[in-house]
């Protein structure tokens, strides 16, 4: 007899979806918003739950979907990696929706709203449905379901700029997902399976006996090379600050927050469970991503040194951040991916915390975004300034938050290395200095007070009434930024443990 | 040099899916129009499922649903139905994301009053600053 629990994720993503479609019969905003609420909630006291018994059980299980077995079946994977990758991405969704729901309200025609709650519901599915599935052809469907949610949450604010900038990823995305899928079905020719663990015996005999070497690469650039378009990775990242950058302060938070990440587990999943790291590191695809992380870490926070619009500033920040966690990937060695894994869940936690509180900071100033008029916005906002300046440290690398933890490890994985211990290291300290650079004249600026004899550049504003979502949100996410900066070691052996039942 | 040619003939299907694709996906990467952007992703689609049924496919055998049902059923018989499930799958979703581009693409015609994409960026950020 299955024990009950194993049940929580399978019914967690049906629960998503079921309520996606019953969302849309409603059609009062604040109702829709109380939905999701609860649904997210649940949701993630479900994932909580499923943590708990997974390490207590010490042990991974695969879920079957349906009543059709092994080599045919549909099937799941859950492990303590995937479950609290799935806890913290509930939370965070939870936390993005609390954070800008004002701004939902200022941006969205109110008829639509519920829709845009729809749209987080398929969210949280396909999020879920991608770190635990089990079946390559699932994890195809979900992207996609994942980018259509995506796209549609960009654009909800609908005018002509979003719109644009939805078109913009919609054609990278769809490139992508075209790679993916013709890399897929080139798999499925030569292995014959699409369930994770097949296919792994599939590849590992074609290596042994050294046939199709050339295919199985090209097959595995392809693959990589789409999900990488849809995580933004350096020379891919175009279409990011178009889209983060406009979106509604929810969208945003989301996109940067969680979105990215959903690929980027499906990339560790890949390397882990259907390639292992041993022929991924003996194809040499390892280092293209070490040397493209690097470009991102760097170019990413030149680029966001020139921009002035704040939101774009994040969003460039973003791109700077997922070269963190390619830079861990592309180091290669079991150390190191804890180090990614534990920059994707501090950058879930910063990245939505510094977008909800440039939102607010944004509206506490008539939704002027241009850096220059948020002068002083912290005095009109102070929470929000708090929150603000607390994940831009975290970015730069103080200890005692998130940031620093991440750049500790994979300092440590990297000593490791030959060539790429002066690559790693020069990136690190190069980039936490770029950090700085802008992290750490906008938070001097929100602080600032008018100078003498300055204008003040918007006259008459007052302190902005403070609403009870907004401070969850901020507290929760700025909590979480602190717990992952102090607990280090708890946390990291969680990874570890989950990296080694995958 | 024969050897080439023949292994080319024998993977026909795979040979024409991968022009199709890179066709089809050089004319969603290249094109500023938006309508051409639609027909490369279509292209593009069409190429992926090619290779996938021609996939399963076994000479001079049938998917089960025409097998004749008055022959007790063997495996001998059938294709592979596996990739034919794939591919329908693969066409709800290129169906729904033609669907989804091609509403954008009259909003985005309705608003500048032009279906290039460069121009419409272009337009989009000068509304912007």
């Known amino acids: 007899m299955l024990p009950f629990y194993q049940n929580l994720p399978f019914f967690s993503i049906v629960a998503c979806m079921l309520t996606g479609i019953f969302t849309s019969l409603i059609h009062n905003g604040r109702t829709a918003f109380r939905v999701n609420l609860v649904l997210l909630s649940a949701v993630a006291a479900a994932q909580l739950t499923t943590l708990v018994c997974v390490v207590r059980s010490g042990a991974a299980y695969d879920y079957m979907v349906g009543i059709i077995g092994h080599p045919w079946g549909n099937e799941l994977r859950v492990g303590p990696l995937e479950a609290a990758l799935c806890l913290a991405f509930a939370v965070v969704m939870m936390m993005c929706v609390l954070g800008g729901w004002e701004d939902l309200n200022h941006d969205i025609h109110p008829e639509k709203l519920p829709l845009y709650f729809v749209m987080c519901d398929l969210m949280m599915a396909s999020l879920m449905a991608l770190t635990y599935t089990n079946d390559l052809f699932t994890a195809y469907v979900f992207i996609e379901i994942n980018t259509i949610a995506a796209c549609a949450l960009v654009m909800a604010k609908d005018n002509g700029a979003t719109i644009a900038a939805t078109m913009r990823y919609l054609m990278m995305s769809l490139l992508a997902s075209g790679l993916f899928l013709f890399g897929l079905s080139l798999l499925y020719w030569i292995t014959g399976q699409l369930l994770i663990p097949d296919v792994r015996d599939a590849i590992q005999q074609l290596y042994a006996t050294g046939q199709y070497a050339i295919p199985l690469t090209l097959i595995l650039g392809m693959m990589m090379t789409g999900l990488s378009v849809k995580s933004a990775l350096y020379p891919f990242h175009t279409w990011l600050p178009d889209a983060h950058g406009s979106a509604t302060t929810s969208s945003s938070a989301i996109l940067s927050g969680l979105v990215l990440k959903a690929y980027i587990v499906l990339i560790i999943k890949i390397i882990y469970q259907v390639v292992t790291p041993e022929i991924f590191n003996a194809l040499h695809l390892n280092n293209v991503f070490l040397v493209m992380g690097v470009l991102a870490m760097i170019t990413g926070s030149l680029n966001a040194i020139w921009e002035t619009h704040v939101k774009r500033m994040i969003a460039y920040s973003s791109v700077a951040q997922i070269g963190y966690i390619f830079l861990g990937i592309g180091l290669g060695t079991r150390a190191a991916m804890i180090a990614a894994v534990y920059q994707i869940l501090v950058h879930a936690f910063t990245k939505p915390l510094l977008f909800c509180c440039a939102g607010e900071l944004a509206s506490a100033n008539w939704h002027h975004k241009h850096l220059y008029y948020l002068r002083g916005a912290g005095h009109h906002a102070p929470l929000a300034g708090l929150g603000f300046t607390l994940g831009g440290l975290s970015m730069v690398g103080v200890p005692l938050l998130g940031g620093f933890a991440v750049k500790f490890y994979l300092a440590d994985a990297a000593l490791l290395g030959s060539w790429q211990l002066v690559v790693a290291l020069g990136a690190l300290a190069a980039s936490s200095l770029l950090n700085a650079l802008y992290y750490v004249p906008v938070i001097v600026n929100i602080w600032s007070k008018n100078l003498h004899g300055d204008p003040d550049p918007l006259p008459g504003l007052r302190r902005k009434p403070v609403h009870a979502p907004f401070v969850v949100s901020t507290l929760c996410l700025s909590l979480g930024a602190v717990a992952l900066g102090i607990f280090l070691q708890p946390v990291a052996d969680l990874l570890a443990l989950g990296l080694s039942l995958m | ?129």
């Open chain 2, 1 to 129: 040099m024969k050897d080439f040619f023949l292994t080319l003939y024998h993977q026909r299907m795979l040979v024409t899916a991968a022009i199709l694709f890179v066709i089809g996906f050089a004319g969603l990467l290249f094109n500023w129009n938006l309508i051409k952007k639609i027909v490369g992703l279509n292209i593009m689609d069409t190429a992926v499922y090619l290779a996938l049924t021609s996939a399963g496919y076994v000479n001079g055998r049938v998917a089960p649903i025409m097998a004749d049902p008055k022959v007790p059923a063997t495996m001998e018989q059938f294709i592979n139905p596996v990739p034919t499930g794939l591919v329908l799958t693969g066409i709800v979703v290129s169906v729904s994301f033609t669907a989804f581009s091609l509403a954008l693409t009259v909003r985005l015609y309705r608003k500048y009053g032009t279906l290039y994409l460069d121009d419409i960026l272009f337009r989009a950020k000068r509304s912007v600053d």
